[in-house]
């Protein structure tokens, strides 16, 4: 089994910037994917960015060239840079890990962008 822990979120005025984490931890291949994942109310959940097991990246069209995931594989865990935050961006983010046919996910934080 595999827990995703996800910190660093909050409140932040337009243009600022918050960075997120997710520890993983359990029984992790060093051979998986993982990924941001946002969900604003009333919204379907939609991809952030992705980081797969050989370092490749890719991102949302929303936050292209504003954020940036970055992982650290010996230590399990992974971030997301978000800079020039936008009141659009205000959802809960959640941590994901694929690896094969499993998809484990976190229980989010919160980011609300306002002024």
């Known amino acids: 089994q595999v827990q995703l822990v996800e910190s660093g979120g909050g409140s932040v005025q337009p243009g600022g910037s918050l960075r997120l984490s997710c520890a993983a931890s359990?029984?992790?291949?060093?051979?998986?994917?993982m990924g941001w994942y946002r969900q604003a109310p009333g919204k379907e959940r939609e991809l952030v960015a992705r980081?797969?097991?050989?370092?490749?990246?890719n991102y949302g069209d929303a936050v292209k060239g504003r954020f940036i995931i970055s992982r650290d594989k010996a230590k399990n865990t992974m971030f997301l840079q978000m800079n020039s935050l936008k009141p659009e961006d205000t959802a809960v983010y959640y941590c994901?890990?694929?690896?094969?046919?499993?998809?484990?996910w976190g229980q989010g934080t919160q980011v609300t962008v306002s002024s």
């Open positions: 980081i797969f097991s050989y370092g490749g990246t």
């Open positions: 994901n890990l694929h690896y094969g046919w499993s998809d484990y």
């Open positions: 359990g029984s992790i291949s060093s051979n998986n994917d």
